[in-house]
């Protein structure tokens, strides 16, 4: 018990000696930390993708920051940014980079491209994905598929839209704005996280990649492709023409955003496709609402859909024209039935200037017009909906005092 003041003295002697120590490092710690941060924080503002579209740095990374993967907005940014990350070199040899490009379809509805590069060998339109585990999909179908493991040897599958079909349809509306001759390449680039487990393409200049990937990607393209098709001046003429559609308004975001939501609703209220488009409700009956928000032109119909309605309208038997207006060309609508197939026998609305504009719907038409772009309404379970790409109004029928 002699040494006890001994003892204490020693370990108040370590602690006071230590205490420092530790106080210091913690600040070297800190200021070290700080100064990344500052310098990666300045780094990325001085990057092409952060002079184009202003997204702060924490709202960019809030993903490899938290890692929250229900997080789809920072996620959808980080990804695009990595895809620039990796090819921002390019930048060394002319290239262009542009992002989330809100092009205008002719309908007046718009379609998001993730990101663009313009060089001096044609036009990479880039389409990211920033899924995990086991990736499968075939061009040729509608719907690719997750497989994710849950533990236990089980695993869940989910579906997605097919990135190269939703792709396709961006650079159809990216081709308004070009020479028809310039090369034009479909990217699409899923996240370090997935496995491509088995992905078969059967379209030339169309490619499916990981992000590390996309170098070598670009380099094999570049040097496959003899001469130039694209000149300093017209890399630059092409960037301005384009780079308006970036930075979109928070009007165009919101009838973007309304356009997903009336989809969304469409899909509550128990009607898939059918309305506009029954081939298309095999698509969307595999929709998520997380994929439906995540891309922005989730129901961008597939060739072989448009090809299916077409018939579908052939497939009928005309009747009276009605004092109903086309919601995407202005003609009338004419109510027709089916000649055959499954809906053989039922009535149908097909737009009076078909083959040209192929618009159907099984839905009835009614005579009160949307209050936000003053087209036709269409009843379906129970509510009106507005049927014009990128309106989005809904609303529920009010029941009458007999109803209730």
């Not at 990374?61 to 990595?82: A, H, N, T, V």
């Not at 170098?215 to 890399?235: A, H, M, Q, V, Y």
């Not at 899909?267 to 409700?281: F, I, M, T, V």
Request: aromatic share 12%; net charge positive.
């Amino acid at each position: 018990m002699g040494n006890s003041p001994d003892i204490l003295n020693t370990m108040k002697d370590t602690f006071f000696n230590v205490l420092p120590f530790s106080i210091i490092l913690s600040v070297i710690l800190f200021a070290a930390g700080t100064i990344l941060l500052l310098f990666l924080i300045s780094k990325y503002n001085n990057s092409a993708y952060y002079k184009r579209t202003r997204l702060p740095f924490f709202s960019l990374f809030r993903f490899s920051i938290f890692g929250d993967e229900d997080d789809s907005e920072s996620l959808g940014y980080y990804g695009e940014y990595q895809i620039y990350k990796k090819l921002r070199y390019l930048e060394n040899c002319g290239a262009e980079f542009l992002f989330n490009l809100y092009l205008t379809k002719p309908d007046g509805g718009t379609s998001e491209v993730d990101v663009v590069m313009i060089c001096e060998k044609g036009i990479f339109v880039f389409e990211s994905k920033n899924y995990s585990g086991w990736i499968f999909g075939d061009e040729s179908k509608p719907m690719w598929y997750q497989t994710l493991s849950v533990g236990n040897g089980k695993s869940q599958k989910n579906s997605f839209y097919n990135p190269i079909a939703q792709n396709r349809n961006h650079i159809k509306y990216l081709k308004q704005y070009i020479r028809d001759d310039i090369p034009v390449y479909s990217v699409i680039v899923f996240s370090q996280r997935c496995t491509l487990k088995k992905i078969t393409l059967n379209t030339a200049d169309t490619y499916v990649r990981k992000r590390n990937d996309l170098p070598i990607l670009i380099s094999d393209i570049c040097r496959s492709s003899k001469g130039s098709s694209l000149g300093k001046d017209e890399i630059a003429n092409l960037y301005n023409k384009l780079s308006k559609y970036m930075n979109a308004s928070s009007e165009v975001k919101e009838k973007h955003v309304n356009s997903i939501k009336h989809r969304q609703a469409a899909h509550k209220a128990g009607y898939s496709k059918e309305a506009h488009n029954p081939a298309a409700a095999q698509v969307d009956k595999f929709h998520t609402q997380e994929e439906l928000q995540y891309t922005a032109d989730g129901d961008d119909v597939h060739n072989d859909v448009q090809i299916q309605r077409s018939e579908q309208i052939q497939n009928s038997a005309p009747h009276a024209s009605t004092k109903h207006i086309c919601p995407r060309c202005g003609g009338m609508l004419v109510m027709r039935t089916a000649a055959r197939g499954a809906h053989a026998g039922e009535t149908f609305y097909g737009c009076s200037n078909y083959p040209t504009c192929n618009f159907m719907t099984w839905d009835e038409p009614v005579p009160e017009t949307c209050p936000h772009c003053g087209k036709t309404l269409f009843k379906r379970r129970g509510q009106l909906y507005c049927a014009k790409e990128g309106c989005g109004f809904v609303k529920n029928i009010e029941k009458t005092n007999a109803e209730k």
